[in-house]
């Protein structure tokens, strides 16, 4: 079975030109506006394993649990 459409809370789908870890601080901030009564915790795969992002998520203090890749190393 074939299913087309948009499954989200948000209200518009995000363009097709918007990359998936671009897509990810919108609703963020979607769902703190939502102004639950218990923290929200993001969990993001392995695929948004970007030190830009996480630290984009931080400042703005957002809570989230990263499955990571475990042998990244700097030489």
């Known amino acids: 079975m074939r299913v087309e459409g948009f499954l989200s809370?948000?209200?518009t789908p995000p363009s097709e030109h918007v990359g998936?870890?671009?897509q990810v601080l919108p609703l963020m901030r979607d769902?703190?506006?939502m102004n639950f009564s218990a923290k929200i915790v993001h969990l993001i795969?392995?695929?948004a394993d970007s030190v830009?992002?996480?630290r984009e998520w931080n400042?703005?203090?957002f809570h989230y649990?990263?499955?990571a890749i475990d042998n990244?190393?700097?030489r």
Request: hydrophobic share 40%; charged share 35%.
């Open 52 to 54: 830009f992002h996480l």
């Open 31 to 33: 769902a703190a506006a």
């Open 65 to 67: 649990l990263v499955r």
């Open 72 to 74: 990244r190393h700097v």
């Open 20 to 22: 998936h870890l671009e």
């Open 59 to 61: 400042e703005q203090g």
């Open 9 to 11: 809370t948000a209200e």
């Open 45 to 47: 795969d392995r695929e």
